[in-house]
């Protein structure tokens, strides 16, 4: 698919994966719809980026508004061509520890957003895609979503997010055999550790630890490395119904 001339829709466009994937679409020449809840960074990087993107403030939890920016997008730019799943929160608790059992109310609410607001956004914007005329091969557009390494390795007190992430995973490959006769991709990218806002905060002797369990190349992933593999998802028709690990060869640790 033609990357230059998409309009893809992007969850937690406003910082971190969601930032860099926006900001890689425009200066590729395509149009972007950033979905966020964070208005202020929202609005400062719509204005930046010009009439190419469009803001729109949506919890990907909610149908109504997940609906709503979708058509917008639609009337804007005339159609939707992809939608990037980025939008998730983290938060870490031992199943049972000194502070009693996990919190069930934050368990619920990291695989509310992480999965279930996943899910929310790819069957909205499938049927937004599948309004588009086919290209020469048959494919009307691409989903692309966001699970993480620890999907498979989760570290302790990473049950909820493993969980989340997880299922982000486990619903790849039967979301993309649904969606094939429409002639939409589904393809999921599990990143390892990443320079983004949820380890921003971290102390630097923290973030050099974690750059020390990575093989290669021993450092943070950085943001535009998992934009750039969002565009050769879009532009390489044969990845479909797939988990890319983009990790340095990084296998987590218990703790």
Same mark, same amino acid.
């Given at each position: ?12 466009? =406003? ?51 997940? /609906?709503? %920016? ?16 980025? %939008?998730? @929160? ?20 990291? @695989? ?10 790819? /069957? ?34 990473? =049950? ?13 490959? $039967?979301?993309? /055999?649904?969606?094939?006769? +429409? ?15 949820? +380890? ?11 750059? =020390?369990?990575? $093989? ?6 950085? $943001? ?8 050769? @998802? ?10 890319? /690990? ?10």
């Amino acid at each position: 698919m033609d990357f230059k001339n998409s309009v893809v829709a992007v969850t937690g466009g =406003a910082s971190g994966l969601g930032e860099a994937t926006v900001k890689s679409i425009v200066a590729h020449g395509g149009k972007a719809l950033m979905m966020d809840v964070n208005d202020e960074k929202g609005t400062q990087l719509a204005e930046a980026l010009g009439d190419q993107v469009l803001y729109v403030n949506t919890n990907v939890v909610e149908e109504a508004d997940v /609906r709503s %920016a979708l058509d917008q997008a639609v009337e804007k730019f005339g159609k939707i061509t992809a939608a990037v799943n980025c %939008a998730g @929160i983290g938060g870490s608790q031992k199943t049972y520890g000194k502070n009693g059992p996990f919190d069930l109310v934050l368990f619920t609410k990291i @695989i509310q957003v992480n999965l279930i607001g996943t899910f929310n956004v790819i /069957r909205l914007a499938a049927a937004k895609i599948s309004e588009n005329e086919p290209n020469e091969q048959g494919e009307r557009g691409v989903i692309v979503n966001t699970a993480s390494a620890a999907a498979f390795e989760g570290q302790m007190g990473q =049950a909820a997010y493993s969980a989340s992430k997880g299922g982000v995973v486990g619903m790849t490959l $039967p979301i993309a /055999r649904d969606l094939s006769s +429409l002639g939409i991709r589904v393809v999921t990218i599990a990143p390892g550790l990443f320079e983004t806002p949820m +380890l921003g905060r971290a102390p630097e002797h923290v973030k050099q630890a974690l750059s =020390a369990m990575v $093989p290669f190349p021993q450092r943070l992933g950085q $943001p535009n490395e998992f934009a750039h593999l969002v565009q050769s @998802i879009i532009e390489n028709p044969m990845l479909n119904g797939e988990v890319i /690990r983009l990790d340095g060869a990084l296998r987590m640790q218990p703790k």
